[in-house]
């Protein structure tokens, strides 16, 4: 990953207005998945690759209230546990992924989730964007996580301007003040699942339309 100080970001648009705009829009903007601790957010963001936090929300509370803990994942068969998130996405690899994440965690890091982003992106199933959403949300540490509704408003917008999820992290991370890295992201993705939907955008009322070229030119002004 790129030094910030070499990111470019190659147009100019009013960030300030924006940011405040998205706050005031979404004062209770926050991670829609359910959980209570840290190892739950990584097992629920796990969960939601290619799936709605919707989804995702209505099979935990019952998973976790079997499983509370990694040991607890390690007495189920691979086909045990696929049938218990089957209603979910991609499920078999899923229940792959997480069982072999909860062996790492049981016998090298003493049942805990680790603070650490090249640990959580070394786990089977964690990439980078579940790395900074369990780092932003479950350990207050800054962070942008680039889902589909972060990438697809921040460079319709123009916060960022870019075709990779990396870069448009980049960009967004050095546009944004540090201290507000959790916080947009939250903001953009209630923005993305509100406003500026992938599919037939409400620019016509969207109040960031006085700053943004797509809504602009989407609305012919």
Known sequence: MKNLKDVELPNRVPTEKILETLANLYPE?????????????????MLSAQATDKKVNQITPHLFKKYKKPEDFLHLTQKQLEEDIKEIGLYKTKAKNILETCRILFEKYNGEVPKDREILESLPGVGRKTANVVLSNAFGIPAIAVDTHVFRVSNRIGLAQSDKVLETEQQLMKRIPKKLWSDAHHWLIWHGRRVCTARNPKCNFCLVLPYCKYGKQNTNR
Not at 39 to 45: D, G, M, S, V
Request: hydrophobic share 55%.
């Open 29 to 45: 903007a926050k991670c829609e998945l359910l959980f209570s601790n840290p190892f739950e957010l990584l097992i629920a963001t």
